[in-house]
Nanobody, 122 residues
Framework: VQLQASGGGLVQAGGSLSLSCAAS????????MGWFRQAPGKEREFVAA????????YYADSVKGRFTISRDNAKNTVALQMNSLKPEDTAVYYC????????????????WGQGTQVTVSS
């Protein structure tokens, strides 16, 4: 499975951005899809996840109510809509796919896309 993330950029605090992750290769219908982020000097952290064949979604407490993860099975894509962005959301965002049935840890994922930079100015 190859994952391609896109949609990052520079936005002012309070603004919105939408990230997209396109999956190609082996069908992703059985995968948990997740978004992680890594800020400078910090470890990569879980942001959100969605089970590909269902509607179960999960969020880190820091983004709950502001970010929304969704998927389009027909297009094999997963999106992360980010609203009310804060400077502390600044990070490189990564999408990932996993078959293990869990979602919160990096080790739950088998495939990773390249990161896309999100910068939120104050």
């Amino acid at each position: 499975v190859q994952l391609q993330a896109s949609g990052g950029g520079l936005v002012q605090a309070g603004g919105s951005l939408s990230l997209s992750c396109a999956a190609s290769g082996r069908t992703a219908s059985s995968y948990v899809m997740g978004w992680f982020r890594q800020a400078p000097g910090k470890e990569r952290e879980f942001v959100a996840a969605i089970y590909w064949s269902g509607d179960s979604t999960y969020y880190a407490d820091s983004v709950k109510g502001r970010f929304t993860i969704s998927r389009d099975n027909a297009k094999n894509t997963v999106a992360l809509q980010m609203n009310s962005l804060k400077p502390e959301d600044t990070a490189v965002y990564y999408c990932a796919a996993g078959l293990r049935g869990w979602y919160r840890r990096e080790s739950d994922y088998d495939y990773w896309g390249q990161g896309t930079q999100v910068t939120v100015s104050s």
